[in-house]
């Protein structure tokens, strides 16, 4: 047996025990012919002691010890002198009769604390090393309890987790597939899902009801930060329901998540808004609503005044950032350079300062005198001290903008605490998006989601204006699910398909074995996939889903710990029956 | 809404309300002047009344209701006449004023019922139909419950659920990987894993301390029946554990196991066979010990005594069928047929019936009278009515074929009722198996599989006759899991593979991760991992995997219901870099 407890167990009631531990070396010192060593373990830290007067080969064999070797002890709880309140073993420590080195380490290529010096490569490589620090191993240990709280929750209500397949058929929509060679069958693929969309539509045709699984799901993208080729949902899918029954339940899920992960209660409903406010009033389909400051269009009071810039601007809105109206100079010209990045791509930024002494200043003031500018301050019901951001230009790209900047400003006046959340359910997105470049419209979620029974006439006359029964969860503006309900009439799902320029046969092709299944009485059916990592992630405090993640890859798509992708065997590839063209 | 209640839901204390219901048609029947239907859905079956002096339109329309249409329907629930006690729901029918239909059916091309005339090759194309039996879907959620308590037990124990990749990379050892091409990568490859074996050992090294993970592994092999490209591992590890710290922790985890999923506890500790014993008295490492009927060899009692079949043999033994004595000629040739069968392989049976009248009769009287005969039956510890059953020639063969015939007479005898559960630990498997054909040792777990303490001496002298820290859970004759304590000693490490043949620049080619972590300081760890895929089948009281996977592959790994693998588009070859390589 290599150890009575733990090494965060003992404290003063086991005063006078004998006890083995076993554990990592966290760090050994010398003090007055003793000699202290923490000793580490996932549970916690115990002070072990070695005392030169009264065994000193122990304590020579002792000074040989360095960081991060694995030893195991015996000894004697003894109330400590110099009691630590910090840790929970801190009352005792272990007069140590007894060392035996389990295996030796080398130095590691950084320090095992909290704050590491390793940059993030080094620790990405030694990822089985940086799992031994405190924050690390809290990220993998919250991910577990959240993953076990969802079961328990989805459980009660009478989910069914079901494993779908991981070999299945690439599909030419949407993302690009991971793709596996067939041995078999050869010339033959099969391609890693992208999600288990098809086969959860299945299970509601094949009467199960209620569906969940925590899945691997896969995509083959360029990679931008922050994504990873695997990934994990949570996926969902109900039968007999309409919209609302499915934000209900995800709702009543959600709570269980926040209360037994974050001890949070939250009164009442989670707020829902409209695609159409959310884009008028945030700029952005995923609104960070932990803060006001809402986007106010000022088309009406601006226009007409001689401004060529606004007169000639689709839209023009703005945002009002409480008590900002000493920013300076050099601040100001901060945020019009942040508004003209090209990622946000703003033209310009117009500021108007409402001064504490209730005067108005612009940088547009030879246009708007100050009563036209005390009309804007009413319409952002700014008061004095306050200070108005105002962007032009197109209207979707102008919003857009100004979502970028009320994040930043929320930023800049720490009015986004990572410790506060704010959910809410996004409806009524759109069916359809256009596509410039093609000429054609796509589905916004897929081509399943049904759209408003209200608005099943203007698919013939104006199907941009088609609402469709999808919905996104989303917290402290990040998109953490989504959903629809689905199509389940032939009839409809045929007309579907033909707006989005799917010929029967290609719709065959693509997705025959659900319309298939589609045949022998689909019931009316609707869900919803949370992204596991990045929910994890943000109850982490985290802003990388790579933190949540045991072996993530890099932005290359890169595991440089194992060192995967790597080459294999000719004879690998004979077995495939394919080559590996030559690079041009 | 759909629905007030599920099918299931409904009985006399409801009499009198108005309900709304939603599910299939399972069957229609008109009957004096009314029309029933059985609703179903997940949850059970429903009886729906439609009386034509009520509403005549109302039962026109339900006279055109066929098998499978989703109905949704509105009603009274009164009491039934002719109850059925059956059913949940049997003492209650709707009568039904109002009905919609929600979506058609075509025939099913096989009947939705417990007992379908569907062979298993429709019913796997056409899944989600299958789904829709009861066997089908309770098989679904007997794995669920399954999974949920392997969840529960495991927690409950400190261990931490942790997701390890899967795009990782190919390991020439063992079976054969599936491979994907890296297109950000050109000309590398990722592999699926065949296991988590080398990150759960790195997830000690990361000082987690007890990793489990309920996960998909995958092996690309020449497909037999009852094996699956994909499949399911319950994958665990400790750390700081001997052998015995491992089958006590799992020990727990089956016995919980059973309690909670088939109400069946086990008096003390399951039973610990050596492999050697195993393989002496039951011819197998994964014996079914339901039924005694053990082997006994018979080398002493039958040498020299002039039958050259047998002194010629390295190995004669029997096993003693109880109360078979009066086995016709017919069944004896049909025994004989049966070990001579290629894939058991024995020359021949020989037989001796052990009379009720005590009078001994063998197929071998002209070599040993009957007071040699009565000593092979005291060996046998038979008595009047039994029956032995005698196997010689090479000594593994021979035994290999007595545990077949022994299986054999269990089932002809019914000693194997898959009610009936019998677990044990096999342990003290060899380190290493002998490779004839390349004259090698292969590592019979894993090169990481610790040898015992006390027999290291011998690794030098007699690598053959070492044992390993490595044991199998094995339920029924199945074996369901198996795992070992690891090598967590480089100087030990680097010895096996001196004895595996790897030069350590192969060592470190193949496992250099490991290794490197290895040089920071390991703790003793060890692990097991359970096919979750057989357990819940051998619950299930099915032999075949398939039925217990929502969407099984094929023997020749394919996916029939969605046609996987299937061809892709030159494009996606060409993103990937590479090609297929004609046929010859």
New interface residues.
């Given amino acids: ?3 009575t407890h ?1 090494c965060g167990a003992l404290n003063l009631t086991n005063q006078g025990q004998k006890v083995k531990l ?1 554990g ?1 070396v966290k760090i050994t010192r010398e003090h007055g012919g003793m000699i202290f060593i923490d000793l ?4 916690g830290i115990t002070q072990l002691v070695f005392d030169m007067n009264r065994n000193k080969d122990l304590c020579e064999k002792a000074k040989k010890l360095a960081r ?3 030893i195991q002890i015996e000894g004697e709880v003894i109330e400590r002198i110099n009691k630590n309140p910090e840790m929970a073993t801190g009352d005792i420590e272990i007069l140590v009769d007894k060392l035996d080195i ?5 130095i ?1 290529p950084f320090t095992i604390e909290d704050k590491s010096d390793g940059g993030e490569e080094l620790r990405m490589k ?7 620090r405190n924050p690390v ?1 809290k990220a ?2 919250l ?2 309890r959240f ?2 709280e969802v ?1 328990n929750y989805l ?1 009660s209500k009478q989910f ?11 599909s ?1 929509e949407g993302a ?17 899902p992208q999600s288990p969309q ?2 959860k539509q ?2 509601m ?6 569906y969940f699984q925590i899945v ?1 799901c ?1 995509r ?1 993208e ?2 931008r930060a922050d994504r990873q ?2 990934f ?1 949902q949570i996926d969902c899918e109900m039968s ?3 919209q609302n ?1 499915i934000l209900e339940t995800f709702e009543g899920f959600a709570k269980h998540i926040f209360k037994s992960l974050k001890n949070m209660e939250f009164e009442g409903s989670f707020p829902r808004i409209t695609y159409e406010d959310a884009m008028n009033l945030y700029g952005s389909d995923k609104p960070d609503i932990r803060f006001g400051m809402k986007i106010h269009e000022l088309n009406n009071l601006v226009k007409g005044k001689g401004f060529k810039v606004f007169d000639d601007a689709e839209y023009v809105g703005g945002i009002c950032a409480e008590n900002c109206s000493e920013y300076t100079r050099k601040q100001l010209d901060a945020l019009i350079d942040f508004v003209k990045k090209p990622q946000i791509g703003a033209q310009g930024l117009v500021y108007v300062k409402y001064n504490t002494d209730g005067s108005l200043k612009s940088s547009v003031d030879k246009f708007y005198p100050e009563e036209e500018l005390k009309k804007w301050a009413e319409a952002f019901n700014a008061k004095p001290g306050d200070l108005l951001l105002v962007i032009s230009g197109k209207k979707t790209q102008s919003q857009k903008a100004l979502n970028e900047l009320r994040l930043e400003m929320g930023n800049q006046l720490g009015l986004r605490n990572h410790e506060v959340f704010a959910p809410l359910w996004v409806v009524d997105f759109p069916l359809l998006e256009w596509d410039e470049e093609n000429k054609r419209f796509h589905a916004m979620h897929h081509p399943f989601t049904s759209p408003k029974l209200e608005d099943i006439a203007l698919i013939d006359t104006d199907p941009g204006k088609v609402r469709a029964n999808a919905y996104d969860f989303v917290i402290n503006g990040v998109e953490v699910g989504g959903g629809s309900i689905r199509i ?3 009839e409809l799902q045929q007309k579907m398909f033909g707006l989005l320029g799917f010929t029967p046969e290609q719709a065959q092709a693509q997705f025959g ?1 659900l319309l298939d ?8 059916h609707g869900g919803v996939a949370f992204g596991l990592d990045r929910w994890v992630a943000m109850f982490f405090g985290s802003s990388s889903i790579r933190d949540v ?3 993530p ?1 890099n932005n ?4 440089i ?9 000719q004879e ?1 590839l004979n ?7 030559p ?1 041009k």
Wanted: proline share 7%; charged share 30%; net charge neutral.
């Fill in positions: 047996m290599y150890r733990h076993s990592w580490r373990d996932r549970y991060e070797f694995v389990l295996s030796k380490s080398e590691p030694y990822r089985y090393l940086d799992i031994r191993r993998l240990e991910r577990h993953t076990k079961r459980d069914i987790e079901v494993e779908t397949p991981v070999l299945i058929n690439s030419p690009r597939d991971f793709l596996v060679p067939s041995r078999l069958n050869q010339g033959q693929f099969y391609a890693l098809l086969f299945l299970l045709v094949a009467g199960l009801d209620k691997k896969f083959d360029d990679f080729p695997e994990t007999f329901v309409e029954d389940h009439q032939e074995y299944a589609f045949k022998f009485g689909p019931p009316p993640i045991a072996f890859k290359a798509g890169r595991d710990m194992i060192d995967a992708p790597s080459q294999i065997s690998q077995d495939l029956g394919i080559s590996i063209k690079l």
